[in-house]
């Protein structure tokens, strides 16, 4: 052979090289991968490359490796995350950050929707064919304003603009809109303005329950996921007299995440599946403990054993420590507990392990915060802490001092660590008074 057909042989080689390698980049996004939802019987199904994908996922930005682990398929996060979610065999919904009414954005200002739509079109382009793009979800909760106002109509019509761009530009991932439950009067606003949408995200906490229900009353005929679910929200729970909420316990927690998905996501045929909020440690929202799955320094809670459980069909081989009852002088949360300034009280929690782990038991004592983020806890920070407040310490019991201002709310943390990487919460608040 000369060395002409050599090099054209050579130059050969490697255009099929080539050709193999862009088609496989162009078939994990492209028709190989593509993401549709059917019609079949009473309700919907999600297919990915040809095969049913039901989603099991969560919302979150850290501990990666553990949700893979517990089962999941699936993460809801910003495109920043496509590369490591598919190196860990995740697919994801991907956030398209719009502006927000309440936080001071103006759908009148045709220039800024122009501005809006430019930036998410450049995003879509950028990632449609990344092989672990799933779905695009356009805005969070764009409807609530805090305080129920009013939103601006036209928002609905930016949505469906650039859900209809998306679908130009990307026929092969479906598109939602990310919206709450309340007012649910405005799924009508949502149907009218918003054809192009494929599917509805929905975010709900203890009334989840009645998702099925509301979607059937106003007539939406296209499937659902459920963004954003977890334990009761702190505006759903009972409160003190002084208006603390009261918060479940993780332990209380663990049996609503398996409650709610089974009554919802694995009973309606018209939801494709969920993720669920929050797989990460470090979010302050009315308290450090009530949203996150995992304790500060990495610890799964029960809640990360439920998910795994209803994943898999498996628990963890080492489950979650689990809080029977948390008292201050015998009286639990919900009897509203009063102490007098510098009053030496006890503290019982009754705790036990699944597995018969030997537990550690920490306190924490932190006053209730007084101003709370408008919106999804932000701004809000844990408060720092009450040192030195235990006077004894024994086989889960505690005697302590409570500070000397009058007229403050407190909350009294506690902690089971199972020395197997698992941890139970729980908190009780009281009022500081003379009686």
């Known amino acids: ?64 490796e553990e949700l893979a682990e517990a089962g999941a398929n699936s993460l809801r996060a910003g495109p920043r995350l496509l ?79 650039i859900a209809r761009m998306i679908k130009e530009i990307d026929p092969n991932h479906p598109v939602m809109t990310v919206t709450g439950t309340g007012r649910p ?12 949408l494929d599917l509805l995200g929905i975010n709900a906490y203890a009334d989840i329950v009645d998702v099925p229900d509301w979607l059937r009353e106003y007539s939406w005929d296209r499937p659902y996921a459920v963004t954003e679910w977890g334990p009761s929200g702190h505006w759903e729970v009972p409160r003190t007299r002084r208006g603390v909420a009261i918060e479940e316990t993780s332990t209380e927690k663990a049996v609503l995440y398996r409650e709610r998905y089974e009554r919802v996501m694995l009973s309606d045929p018209w939801c494709i599946g969920s993720f669920a909020f929050l797989w990460t440690s470090d979010r302050q929202e009315r308290t450090h403990t009530w ?20 994943w898999t069909g498996e628990w963890p081989e080492n489950r979650a420590p689990e809080i029977e009852s948390l008292t201050i002088n015998g009286m639990s949360a919900r009897d509203d507990v009063a102490l007098a300034p510098n009053s030496t009280n006890t503290a019982r929690v009754v705790v036990n392990d699944p597995d018969s782990d030997a537990l550690t038991i920490e306190w924490e004592l932190l006053p209730e915060p007084t101003e709370f983020g408008a919106y999804a806890g932000q701004g809000e920070t844990k ?29 009294l943390f506690v902690y089971a660590f199972d020395g197997q990487g698992n941890a139970a919460v729980a908190n009780i608040p009281f009022f500081v008074t003379e009686r």
């Not at 099929?16 to 028709?31: F, M």
């Not at 009450?386 to 407190?410: A, K, M, Q």
């Open 1 to 64: 052979m000369n060395y002409l057909h050599r090099s054209i042989l050579l130059i050969a080689v490697f255009a099929v090289i080539i050709s193999c390698i862009t088609a496989g980049r162009e078939g994990s996004a492209g028709t190989a991968g593509k993401v549709e939802i059917r019609k079949e019987g009473d309700g919907f199904q999600l297919y990915r490359a040809g095969e049913h994908f039901f989603i099991k996922g969560a919302v979150g930005w850290s501990y990666l």
């Open 83 to 161: 590369d490591e979610a598919h190196g860990l065999g995740l697919a994801v919904l991907v956030n398209l950050r719009m502006g927000a009414e309440r936080g001071g954005f103006d759908y009148d200002d045709e220039d800024a929707v122009k501005e809006q739509f430019d930036r998410i079109k450049e995003i879509v382009e950028e990632n449609k064919d990344h092989p672990a793009v799933l779905m695009w979800a356009i805005g969070n909760e764009l409807d609530h304003i805090p305080g129920n106002l009013d939103y601006n109509l036209k928002m609905w019509d930016a949505v469906n603009d």
């Open 185 to 196: 009067e405005k799924l009508a606003d949502i149907i009218e303005r918003c054809p192009d």
């Open 291 to 310: 949203y996150n799955m995992f304790t500060g320094d990495g610890l799964k809670k029960g809640t990360v054993g439920s998910m795994q459980y209803m």
């Open 383 to 411: 408060p720092p802490p009450v040192e030195g407040f235990i006077r004894s310490d024994e086989n889960g019991n505690i005697r302590f001092d409570v500070p000397g201002e009058t007229g403050r709310n407190y909350r």
